[in-house]
């Protein structure tokens, strides 16, 4: 079982926005920054955004990423088929020095 | 551009060793954490080891303490993995920690090796 907790799934049509959602506990979310990860099959995962929008170059802007008290979410808005993939919500935990990961989201584009 | 690279991964006994290795290049090794991360087949992302960018700390998720060792020097990063068990069976990623994202803010990924772990 995860730390952090976010949905297994997530699904919508193109052009909809999506919200995934990640829930913790006050020693990780509530006092650091959550990172989140997209991996697509049989490939290794990449940074995707943190919660204060910092995205690797050629993420777009449509992803987006906030955080309030010890929940965080992403929000990708118009999405695109090729944003089918599984999501990884993280951050780092106070009482293990290092970070916990939430279950992971498989987002499918309908 | 920068890089890590995996390789030590196999097909191993309970109860034996394994020494992963992961090379780098591309940025200042000195400067940056690395952490080691795990998915066992099907599942999710599991934390299981860093070293501080001048190897004064070291921590492990609680499922390896005492079985595992996290190390480095010049431009590499190890994880030696003693008494391996059946679920210790996962690709191992070593991953880069870049603190302007907020600690844990893994920002290059290697490839993964594979680590099966099967009488």
């Known amino acids: 079982q995860s730390v952090l907790t976010q949905p297994p799934s997530a699904s919508g049509t193109p052009g909809q926005r999506v919200t995934i959602s990640c829930s913790g506990s006050s020693s990780n979310i509530g006092s650091n920054t959550v990172n989140w990860y997209q991996q697509f099959p049989g490939a290794a995962p990449k940074r995707l955004i943190n919660s204060h929008n910092q995205r690797p170059s050629g993420v777009p802007d449509r992803f987006s990423g906030s955080q309030s008290g010890t929940s965080a979410s992403l929000v990708i808005s118009g999405l695109q088929s090729e944003d089918e993939a599984d999501y990884y919500c993280?951050?780092?935990?106070?009482?293990?020095?290092?970070?916990?990961f939430g279950g992971g989201t498989k987002l499918t584009v309908l | 551009q920068e890089q890590l690279v995996e390789s030590g991964g196999g097909v191993v006994q309970p109860g034996t060793s394994l020494r992963l290795s992961c090379a780098t290049s591309?940025?200042?090794?000195?400067?940056?954490?690395i952490h080691w991360v795990r998915q066992a087949p099907g599942k999710g992302l599991e934390w299981v080891a860093v070293i501080w960018n001048d190897s004064s700390r070291r921590y492990y998720v609680d499922s390896v303490k005492g079985r595992f060792t996290v190390s480095r020097d010049s431009s590499m990063a190890y994880l030696q993995m003693n008494s391996l068990r059946a679920d210790d069976t996962a690709v191992y990623y070593c991953?880069?920690?870049?603190?302007?994202?907020?600690?844990?803010?893994?920002?290059?990924w290697g490839q993964g090796t594979l680590v099966t772990v099967s009488s």
């Open positions: 591309g940025f200042t090794f000195s400067v940056y954490g």
């Open positions: 993280a951050a780092w935990e106070d009482n293990l020095n290092g970070p916990v």
């Open positions: 991953v880069r920690d870049n603190w302007n994202y907020g600690k844990g803010g893994f920002d290059y």
